[in-house]
């Protein structure tokens, strides 16, 4: 009984681990997208208009587009959330692979 026992938690452990590997594989590959954690809400735009007259007005519309134009090139707006998320995914695949080798070790034992 104990043999039998044994065996099967070696396996499930063995073949939790497999899984594991093959969804990160599948995930770091681009292969499939990674499990949405953090998601970001819809942004609104938010524009403070005040009625500036003249060039003075212009320019500043202008150096703000500028700017929103150069920092998205640098940050595009879905780097953080799709970091996050594989940073979680990662923390969880090795919680997951560290419990499936201690139930492997357990089948072990009992083998």
């Given at each position: 009984?104990?043999?039998?026992?044994?065996?099967?938690?070696?396996?499930?452990?063995?073949?939790?681990?497999?899984?594991?590997?093959?969804?990160s594989?599948e995930?770091?590959?681009?292969?499939?997208?990674?499990?949405?954690?953090?998601?970001?809400?819809?942004?609104?735009?938010?524009?403070?208009?005040?009625?500036?007259?003249?060039?003075?007005?212009?320019?500043?519309?202008?150096?703000?587009?500028?700017?929103?134009?150069?920092?998205?090139?640098?940050?595009?707006?879905?780097?953080?959330?799709?970091?996050?998320?594989?940073?979680?995914?990662?923390?969880?695949?090795?919680?997951?692979?560290f419990?499936?080798?201690?139930?492997?070790?357990?089948g072990?034992?009992?083998?």
């Amino acid at each position: 009984m104990k043999k039998v026992i044994g065996w099967t938690l070696f396996l499930i452990g063995v073949l939790v681990i497999i899984w594991g590997i093959w969804s990160s594989f599948e995930i770091f590959t681009a292969k499939k997208p990674p499990y949405e954690i953090f998601k970001t809400p819809e942004a609104e735009e938010v524009s403070l208009k005040q009625e500036k007259a003249g060039l003075e007005g212009q320019m500043q519309e202008q150096m703000q587009q500028v700017i929103k134009e150069q920092f998205e090139k640098m940050l595009p707006s879905d780097f953080l959330p799709k970091l996050f998320n594989l940073i979680a995914w990662s923390i969880f695949m090795g919680i997951l692979v560290f419990g499936a080798g201690k139930l492997s070790s357990l089948g072990i034992k009992l083998l």
